[in-house]
């Protein structure tokens, strides 16, 4: 009887384990696509102002692309690559001195990234786990900001930087084949350059080299993700 017992809890185990592995071939989809339009406007009370700048009007918008393929190269072992492309454009009033003239200023800017990463997963049960996400990333950006004022300048930033993180991340399946992802911060090194410019009427040229280390962890650095498991 007492061997029954342990033959038949043993075999649960064994069942439990096998169903909880993520298996060797099985396919991993994801990615996320972004957009966001803002506007603020802005009233100032000052009366030594002139009348056209006492409300003020600020735009921003954001788009992003940023799909991702993976596969498991063992049981709960993957390995895949990002990449994302951002494109932005912010406009903001602007005056040059005392005459109450009022232009704008506009900035466009884009992003590309290209970023493996390795994942292990370890699964307690076939719906719950967690898996430590590590990403290794180069970036290339690029702004340009003009305005519409007589006799201003034309400028450009423009910079890349490659990275390193580890991303511990909790996993859920509501279904087989879908995994909900909640990640609650990151460990990393960066390093990364700059250049900034101007042209019309007075050229110049800025460079600025950096190099970060850090761990973020808290609720502030909750970030929630989704991928599609083909396969599983």
């Known amino acids: 009887m007492y061997r029954s017992f342990l033959l038949t809890m043993g075999l649960s185990m064994l069942a439990l384990s096998a169903e909880a592995q993520i298996t060797e071939g099985t396919k991993l989809l994801g990615g996320s696509v972004g957009y966001t339009r803002s506007t603020t406007t802005a009233t100032y009370g000052n009366p030594s102002l002139p009348a056209v700048l006492r409300e003020q009007e600020y735009t921003n918008r954001n788009l992003s692309i940023s799909p991702q393929v993976g596969l498991f190269i063992a049981d709960n072992v993957a390995a895949g690559l990002s990449v994302g492309y951002t494109s932005r454009k912010q406009t903001s009033p602007y005056y040059t001195g005392p005459a109450p003239d009022l232009y704008q200023r506009s900035v466009t800017g884009n992003s590309f990234r290209v970023a493996p990463y390795l994942r292990y997963y370890y699964m307690p049960t ?93 609720f502030n650095q909750l970030t929630l993700g989704a991928s599609y498991y083909l396969s599983r």
Request: no cysteine; net charge negative.
């Open 126 to 218: 076939a719906t719950f786990g967690v898996f430590g996400h590590l990403i290794a990333s180069y970036d290339k950006w690029s702004d340009k900001y003009t305005d519409n004022a007589p006799g201003t300048s034309v400028g450009e930033n423009q910079g890349h930087n490659i990275g390193l993180s580890i991303i511990p991340t909790m996993v859920f399946f509501p279904v087989e084949k879908v995994g909900l992802e909640l990640a609650f911060g990151s460990i990393g090194y960066n390093r990364g350059s700059s250049t900034s410019g101007s042209s019309i009427p007075n050229g110049f040229e800025d460079k600025n080299v950096g190099s970060s280390f850090g761990a973020n962890f808290g």
